[in-house]
């Protein structure tokens, strides 16, 4: 059976002005994503990572190219239905976690559930049971600045997965843990993957994850450099680590 | 493959919006309350201008014949600088209300982007904004009105002695206790939308993005 594409964009450029000097970022990017796959896009810093994230997140739009999420091209949607899609679709995780700092860990998570729909027990109950799920089960009633990186970024995940998305979008989601924390983090990313079957991509730098992802693509200079499948990776892994070394 | 067909619908019950608005105010008490200072502060000036003039016109239309033949002479003087302190409060309290909110609400751009990655439409986020606007606004125009009439009368006491009292303007400082908390609050709430609306209209990673 051949497997849906989940995320599919064609020739995506992105160009930021500088005043009146354009930047081009992205350079024309074709790339697909399928169903339950864990993606890691890796790159050396500046090469483009957070700008293609923003455009498959639907968070920014891209100067040219297409974006197609579940076979949708995101262009043609309305505010409406793309805040839809940022709801249902699609659960995002940030670098610097982006709780919202007035809300307990539990608020944050059912905040996109109610966005959604839900009535507040509902969300309550299905926001406990993924505080649980991601092992902050006692951290209830914690605001962000209580919790540490790591276990804020555990609730950015749970909030990421609150309305069942078909993707999670996760950007350098351990450049700001320690190695242990940035170990547990993807695994559990790993076991979400497994276990809800969502497709997780991820822009990152770190080679920590490429044990777990499914593909890796090397984005360089705005271009996908070269993809490469989970079976010739574990060869790759000792070249790269020279290479960054030296 | 077994997909649940879901309603296309976003929501954000007034319940709950109050319910965020409220804790936003009470967990950021500390700027809360700088906030509120501000509208409180330009409320007061606004307001003890506006009760001096009212003391005023109360003493020259039922004080004793004296007090009011002096007074009268100076009315026109009065007038005059009268209405430059009330155009200088006016310009006090709303460069003071409205640099406030901007501050406030334009350095939370990042949780603005936030809430539309998680799927707020863009009025949910002015319908968030508007109910802590006018919370800071009504608070610190109604305690300022208060602030302002309490410190006049005051004054106007140590001045006239009972007198201040018997002619107490309860009617006129009402009226311009009404005028000021609406406009403190009107200004509050305009302060806080514009920038909100600014940071809602962006793209997300762009309001993500931008730095204060
Ligand atoms: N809004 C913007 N305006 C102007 N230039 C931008 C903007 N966003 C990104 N850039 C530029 O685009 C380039 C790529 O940025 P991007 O954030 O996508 O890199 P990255 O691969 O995510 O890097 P890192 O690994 O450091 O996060 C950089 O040179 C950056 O300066
Ligand atoms: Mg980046």
């Known amino acids: ?246 | 493959m077994t997909k649940k067909k879901i309603e296309k619908q976003l929501s954000l019950p007034f319940r709950n919006a109050f319910q965020m608005s409220l804790r936003s105010l009470k967990i950021r008490f500390g700027r809360s309350i700088i906030v509120t200072m501000s509208i409180l502060l330009g409320i007061a000036f606004l307001m003890s201008v506006f009760s001096s003039n009212a003391f005023t016109n109360a003493l020259i239309e039922k004080g004793p014949e004296a007090l009011r033949a002096t007074m009268q002479q100076n009315s026109q003087e009065l007038r005059t600088r009268s209405i430059w302190l009330v155009s200088l409060s006016l310009l006090v309290c709303v460069v003071g209300i409205v640099n406030a909110m901007l501050m406030s609400v334009t350095e939370r751009s990042r949780e603005i982007g936030t809430m539309k990655c998680l799927g707020a439409l863009d009025r949910f986020v002015m319908e968030l904004f508007l109910l802590e606007s006018l919370a800071h606004g009504l608070l610190g125009s109604i305690a300022g009105a208060i602030i302002g009439i309490f410190a006049i009368t005051i004054v106007f006491l140590l001045q006239h002695g009972r007198l201040a009292i018997s002619v107490f303007p309860a009617g006129a400082l009402l009226k311009y206790s009404l005028v000021s908390i609406i406009l403190g609050t009107t200004l509050a709430v305009i302060g806080a939308l514009y920038p909100a609306y600014v940071s809602a209209r962006m793209e997300p990673a762009e309001a993500m993005r931008r730095e204060v």
């Not at chain 1, 793309?82 to 995002?92: D, H, M, N, T, V």
């Not at chain 1, 600045?145 to 790591?150: A, D, H, K, Q, T």
């Open chain 1, 1 to 246: 059976m051949p497997k849906e594409a989940i995320v599919r964009t064609i020739g995506l450029k992105k160009t930021y002005m500088l005043g009146k000097i354009p930047l081009p970022v992205l350079k024309g990017i074709d790339l697909e994503i399928l169903k339950g796959e864990y993606i890691s896009i890796m790159g050396p810093s500046g090469s483009g990572k957070t700008t293609l994230f923003n455009m498959i997140g639907g968070l920014d739009k891209p100067t040219e190219g297409k974006v197609y999420i579940d076979e949708v091209d995101v262009a043609q949607l309305d505010a409406y239905e793309l805040a839809w899609l940022r709801c249902r679709k699609i659960g995002y995780i940030f670098q610097t976690f982006n709780l919202i700092p007035v809300m307990t860990a539990l608020e944050n998570i059912m905040l996109p559930m109610i966005f959604a729909g839900l009535s507040t027990d509902e969300a309550m109950e299905k926001a406990r049971q993924l505080l649980v799920t991601v092992g902050l089960g006692e951290r209830i009633h914690h605001k962000p600045f209580e919790l540490s990186g790591g276990q804020q970024q555990r609730v950015a995940i749970a909030r990421a997965l609150a309305n069942d998305p078909a993707i999670i979008l996760a950007d350098e989601p351990t450049g700001n843990l320690d190695l242990r924390t940035g170990k547990e983090i993807i695994q559990l990313l790993k076991q979400m993957n497994r276990e809800k079957k969502v497709s997780v991509i991820t822009a990152t730098h770190d080679l920590k994850m490429l044990d777990v992802s499914d593909r890796v693509v090397w984005v360089r200079d705005g271009l996908i450099e070269r993809v490469e499948d989970r079976a010739n990776l574990d060869i790759k892994i000792g070249e790269v680590e020279g290479e960054e070394a030296g």
